[in-house]
């Protein structure tokens, strides 16, 4: 049964240095150790019940409308997944960021930190998703270790805990359980994740919330339970196609989302409560989804139309091009592949280094690329401008309920993106 655990805070030598009177002295805490879940799901009230299988039809619908091209998307979707995830830790970067330095494995500490994010989830979908694999302990740690690379692998052996000074327990906001139950938790939602059966929207919510509850890791927890939400989705066969950026509208709405943590965690746990917030978030996500869906849609066949506009008035013939152009080739692969160098699309099309430079010139001198350089002036990579604005303003749009943020602007967000087309959302 969960239970809090009395320990005793003894701040080290180095306390005393600008820290406040009540942080320089030792105190008692409580930690909190929930309950395992065992292998199978609790019993929830009718609301929750609906909430939640309203959400999975949702989800299933989601996928369904996106299909294949829903994988031509996902890139997209992950990315925006983890900005949602960066800006939820305190971290501002921006979806051309990312781009860049996913693409060229390097920048600003903030986005590759972000980047690798970007990989821990396509691991999680990937590599976790096969039901006949179970899940282990090390396999969290895999991911996790993904995520913070910069540490040592492997669960935590110290107290941590959640808000406050950020020093001192004695103050936090959460205080999660006690190292020496860490194994054994992480090891019963381990079990959870491999073999419990029911509605994957409800296994995800408690996976999740468990995960966090435990908080097993130094750092990287929030991420790493993020991920750990499309694993559970996808095992249970909730989606197929495409990534559901959940994290979008947790991003959107943070204090409902610790608020539905806490519900979790209360004697005896206000579980319908997270499930039904939990359900609420993963229906607005599938919105966005397809919102996304339909923008670049709408997007790639504006980008085409001005290509053969900009041939036209060229004198460059045939004005459209032929379906195995460079150029073409490029220009449909945008949303998967929004950031290129001469040397990256001379691979990916099988073609030599000059051609692959004249399709890439062709598009920036259309208006369709935009070029990035350092801070010498050299030319380091041709960037899809208007998709990565779409990311941007899907961002923006979920943290403020996913409306047109023409109507309300969020404070915290990506600014909005100065291409000429992003969509219906661009303000």
């Known amino acids: 049964m969960a239970h809090y655990v009395e320990r005793l805070w003894r701040p080290g030598d180095e306390s005393g240095f600008g820290l406040s009177r009540r942080d320089r002295h030792p105190g008692r805490y409580q930690a909190y150790v929930p309950d395992e879940l065992g292998t199978k799901l609790p019993q929830l009230g009718e609301d929750a019940q609906a909430a939640a299988a309203d959400a999975l039809v949702v989800l299933g619908r989601a996928d369904e409308r996106l299909g294949e091209r ?61 039901r006949a694999r179970p ?10 270790h993904v995520i913070e690379p910069g540490l040592e692998r492997g669960i935590r052996i ?33 079990g959870f994740v491999t073999e419990t059966e029911g509605n994957p929207v409800v296994r995800a919510a408690i996976a999740h919330a468990q995960f966090e509850t ?36 947790f991003a959107g709405d943070t204090d409902s989302y610790l608020d539905g943590l806490d519900a979790f ?31 670049v849609d709408e997007l790639d066949k504006d980008l ?46 099988g073609t030599s280094t000059s051609a692959a430079y004249r399709a890439l010139t062709e598009l920036a001198e259309a208006g369709l690329l935009g070029r990035t350089k350092d801070q010498k002036g050299k030319l380091v990579c041709y960037t899809a401008d208007a998709h990565l604005g779409l990311v941007a303003l899907t961002e923006r749009s979920n943290r403020v309920g996913g409306v047109d943020t023409a109507s309300r602007r969020p404070k915290l967000a990506p600014d909005a993106p100065s291409v000429e087309h992003v969509g219906r959302l661009f303000r």
């Open 214 to 249: 435990i908080h097993p890791f130094v750092d990287g927890n929030g991420r790493t339970g993020r991920a750990l939400i499309h694993t559970v989705l996808a095992r249970g066969d909730a989606l197929r196609n495409v990534l559901i950026p959940i994290s979008t509208v």
């Open 135 to 144: 899940i282990t302990v090390s396999d969290i740690e895999d991911l996790q």
């Open 70 to 130: 829903g994988k031509f998307l996902s890139h997209l979707l992950i990315r925006s997944e983890s900005i949602s995830s960066s800006w939820i830790e305190g971290n501002r970067v921006t979806p051309k960021k990312l781009a860049i330095a996913e693409a060229l494995q390097q920048g600003p500490r903030v986005a590759l930190d972000v980047v690798a994010n970007v990989r821990a989830t396509e691991q999680a979908i990937e590599q976790l998703a096969d």
């Open 158 to 190: 110290e107290q941590n805990w959640v808000g406050g000074t950020g020093y001192s327990p004695l103050r936090a906001d959460f205080v999660p359980p006690p190292e020496e139950d860490v194994q054994r938790l992480l090891e019963d939602l381990a």
């Open 304 to 349: 085409l139309e001005r290509l053969i506009q900009y041939r036209t008035e060229q004198g460059i013939k045939p004005a459209k091009p032929r379906s195995d152009a460079v150029s073409l080739r490029v220009l449909q692969n945008l949303a998967n592949e929004p950031v290129l160098t001469v040397e990256r699309a001379a691979e990916r099309w």
């Open 265 to 295: 965690r209360e004697f005896p746990p206000r579980l319908d409560d997270w499930v039904i917030g939990f359900a609420a978030a993963v229906e607005r996500a599938a919105g966005g989804a397809l919102n996304l869906a339909a923008e």
